[in-house]
Every structure is written in structure tokens, then in C-alpha cells.
Nanobody, 115 residues
Framework: QVQLVEYGGGLVQPGGSLGLSCAAI????????LGWYRQAPGKQRELVAT???????NYADSVKGRFTISRGGANNTAHLQMNNLKPEDTAVYYC?????????WGQGRQVTVSS
């Protein structure tokens, strides 16, 4: 069983910055992909950013240039740095880990961008 422990998020004004971190804990051989997804009220969950074990990152068009995802080496951690936040970024953000053959989710962290 793999558990994902999430930290960060919170409340900021438009244009501000927040960080999210995720640590994978438990028995596994490797995690192929770590990422963050978000879900706003009344909307479907959507991809924000992912990063593979080789360091290849992928971003949603809506956050590209503002968000940066990175991995913590062999510690199976991921950090999402969110800059120039906009009100439309408001959502619950979920850490996601993909490994063969299973997928894991964190419990979610609230990010609220409001003046």
C-alpha cells in the first residue's frame, strides 16, 4: 500500500505564489509518474502537471509558464511551485502517483486565490 502525504496550499491574493509538496510512503519498486490534478466545484478533475521518473514534465496549457513541477530525487517526492496565481486556479489539488500496476491519490489540498 502506497500513501501520498500532501503539504501546502492555502489562501493567496491574485498574483501570489503557493507551493504544494507530495511524499509517497509505503512499499513499492518505483513510481513512474508523480503529478498534481485539481478539481474545482462543479467541474471535472483535470491534470495540472506531471513529472516522470526520468524528469520529463507535462503541464496543462492553463498553467504553463506559471507552475513548475519537480521531483525530490530518490525520495519519491514532488513539489509544485505555483506562481502568478489567478482566481481560476482555485480548486482542491490532489497528488497522484502512477506505478505498475496501480495508481494512488492523496486526500487533496485546498488552493484558494481571492482578493
Amino acid at each position: 500500500q502506497v500513501q501520498l502525504v500532501e503539504y501546502g496550499g492555502g489562501l493567496v491574493q491574485p498574483g501570489g505564489s503557493l507551493g504544494l509538496s507530495c511524499a509517497a510512503i509505503g512499499g513499492f519498486f518505483s513510481i513512474n509518474v508523480l503529478g498534481w490534478y485539481r478539481q474545482a466545484p462543479g467541474k471535472q478533475r483535470e491534470l495540472v502537471a506531471t513529472i516522470t521518473s526520468s524528469g520529463t514534465s507535462n503541464y496543462a496549457d492553463s498553467v504553463k509558464g506559471r507552475f513548475t513541477i519537480s521531483r525530490g530525487g530518490a525520495n519519491n517526492t514532488a513539489h509544485l511551485q505555483m506562481n502568478n496565481l489567478k482566481p481560476e486556479d482555485t480548486a482542491v489539488y490532489y497528488c497522484n502517483a502512477k506505478t505498475l500496476p496501480q495508481e494512488y491519490w492523496g486526500q487533496g489540498r485546498q488552493v484558494t486565490v481571492s482578493s
